[in-house]
């Protein structure tokens, strides 16, 4: 229905965009840590995913055309939902992600909160042969960074209070949200809101 929304930025967080076009605000649940690149006037462009179910409309926004591409691939895998897609996507990067169901990486994926064994092991048979075309169009690989290790770094506090909060909107206690990315920023040394929030969405 909608291709893409291109407005400006009113209310954001790191699961939520509330973008205004032409004086009406459109609310989207976006990826975790999700960034929009605004345009020379500052407006940023979204692309867009819509579902209708008989109790919501609902749209999901996304940065790039490969990003919801991969949430629709997502979608396909039986048993897939939009909030597990989401969920998935926001667990790991797209390249990761991708290179984790083409090599079948059923311990990486179980690493994502929220993804139990039965659906992990459901994306990989449905989803394992697609994956492995994209990467080959795209020319990356296992070795792309799966496993690719962090630099040591310490977390800024604005960066782990802006984790907790995204882990908080997606259905944790502020406890486990806490526990989880002080943990992570812990494991990672991470600045960056997207990576902290990935690696605490592992188990």
Do not use: C, W
Not at 145 to 158: D, F, I, N, Q, R
């Amino acid at each position: 229905m909608y291709e893409y929304l291109e407005g400006r930025i009113v209310e954001q967080s790191p699961a939520r965009l509330v973008i205004d076009v032409g004086g009406v605000g459109y609310e989207l649940s976006v990826p975790l840590g999700a960034s929009f690149s605004p345009n020379s006037d500052g407006s940023v462009r979204v692309f867009t995913h819509f579902t209708v179910r008989e109790d919501a409309h609902k749209l999901f926004g996304f940065p790039s055309q490969a990003s919801r591409e991969l949430f629709r691939l997502l979608l396909s895998a039986k048993g897939v939902g939009p909030g597990l897609a989401l969920t998935v996507l926001s667990g790991l990067p797209r390249q990761e992600l991708l290179a984790a169901i083409s090599a079948g990486e059923t311990a990486l994926l179980l690493k994502i909160k929220g993804l139990g064994r039965k659906r992990a092991d459901q994306i990989l048979l449905d989803l394992r042969e697609h994956a492995t075309r994209l990467l080959a169009l795209e020319g990356g690989s296992l070795q792309d960074g799966v496993l690719t290790p962090l630099a040591p770094k310490g977390g800024s506090s604005s960066v782990i209070e802006d984790a907790i909060v995204a882990l908080i909107s997606i259905g944790f206690t502020e406890k486990e949200a806490r526990k989880n990315v002080e943990a992570a920023a812990s494991r990672s040394g991470s600045e960056d809101l997207e990576t902290l929030v990935r690696t605490a969405l592992q188990k």
